[in-house]
């Protein structure tokens, strides 16, 4: 039996894609907070790396019938809540799901009546991905203004602080290194993540470096310090940011005492759900790409180098040709990924096609090491 594995030609496409999904989601195994202020602009923007969080949004609430939803969100974003609330105006709280994104007999749900939702809404089909948003569990407190700029407040409100000078204090969290946020920046090679309570601003335009302090925004080890930026609140599509002037370090400010929610009881492993070819196929055509499909959102980053694919000889019979050379992309929107080789596969010669141990879901649930045959064809 031969197995020939192309160790380098499997390596992923550094694309823009691939690039775009691992600065916006990275660093998942170190947590963000367990409640994220944000807008529903960047919300629906960014709705897989939302989805499954607790949230925390300032809005107005607008009520039909029985169903209240987000009165500024440019989607409807529907709200189940856990305590109806009287009010109709202030800063909503709950976990943002994306229907589409999970299956209809979620036992997690059960609670909530997300059926007559769907009736109302889309004519009682379950919705595909990017239809329909929910918020569950949802609470309405008071929005008070804050005394003055906060990370916080212009991660909720950034239309109050677009180009005005802001000074504001923050843990340094890297270029992003904790996921704190769904967007890169790239605006600049010192550009990082300034994180405080349940918000997060990028930051761009200073080196972060000062009297006492020299962070590189590349490094782990140099995450978690205290400082102060001073700049203009900017923006770069929904995204907000911070153009710098200064900065320096700087004492923990009193927002930064966050109460930890508890944690949501982990879902199932992901498994693949379909597959094209299909197990022991035949006569399949050499030229045509892999498809493999998962059940859940997977971690783009844990299936680099965890790919092998090979040709499988019969017992005694001379090895085949080496494999072509191949790129494997990971589509988000439909959690799969799809392989083309380089070169048409060899004629009637069975291929092995290989998920190895290591590949997880966005949570971190691992994937059971999977394995694909098929034959080709002339």
Not at 164 to 172: A, L, P, S
Not at 238 to 264: G, Q, S
Not at 334 to 360: D, N, R, Y
Request: proline content about 8%.
């Amino acid at each position: 039996m031969s197995c020939l594995r192309a160790s380098v030609s499997g390596k992923f496409r550094s694309g823009a894609l691939l690039l775009a999904i691992l600065a916006g989601a990275t660093a998942l195994s170190a947590q963000p907070p367990s409640r994220i202020a944000t807008t529903a602009d960047v919300l629906l923007a960014s709705a897989v790396f939302f989805h499954g969080r607790t949230v925390v949004l300032q809005q107005k609430l607008i009520t039909e019938g029985d169903l209240t939803r987000l009165g500024d969100a440019p989607k409807p974003i529907y709200v189940f809540w856990k305590d109806r609330p009287g009010g109709e105006q202030g800063e909503v709280r709950g976990e943002f799901w994306d229907l589409g994104r999970i299956e209809a007999r979620d036992g997690r749900f059960s609670g909530y009546d997300l059926a007559r939702l769907v009736e109302i809404v889309n004519r009682g089909q379950w919705p595909g991905r990017d239809q329909i948003y929910i918020l569950v569990g949802a609470s309405l407190m008071p929005a008070s203004p804050p005394k003055g700029p906060t990370v916080r407040a212009i991660a909720l409100a950034p239309e109050n602080y677009v180009d005005r000078e802001v000074k504001v204090i923050g843990r340094f969290k890297g270029r992003n290194l904790y996921g704190d946020l769904p967007f890169a920046l790239a605006k600049g090679k010192w550009d990082f993540v300034l994180q405080s309570a349940e918000g997060a601003v990028w930051v761009t335009g200073v080196r972060p470096r000062g009297k006492g302090f020299d962070l590189d925004p590349s490094k782990r080890v140099d995450t978690g310090r205290w400082v102060e930026v001073t700049g203009v609140v900017r923006r770069q599509g929904v995204t907000p940011y911070i153009e710098a002037t200064a900065i320096a370090l700087a004492a923990a400010p009193e927002e930064a005492v966050a109460v930890k929610l508890p944690e949501r009881p982990p879902q199932p492993p992901p498994t693949v759900i379909f597959s094209a070819p299909i197990a022991d196929d035949q006569s399949v055509d050499r030229t045509a790409p892999v498809r493999i499909q998962f059940s859940r959102d997977m971690d783009p980053r844990s299936l680099r180098d965890r790919l092998r694919i090979s040709y499988v000889a019969p017992a005694g019979a001379k090895p085949p040709a080496a494999m072509p050379q191949f790129t494997a992309t990971y589509n988000d929107a439909a959690h799969a990924i799809e392989i083309k080789f380089s070169q048409p596969l060899e004629s009637f010669q069975q291929i092995k096609v290989e998920l190895l141990e290591g590949i997880t879901a966005l949570d971190g649930q691992p994937l059971a090491p999977w394995t694909l045959t098929f034959t080709t064809g002339r």
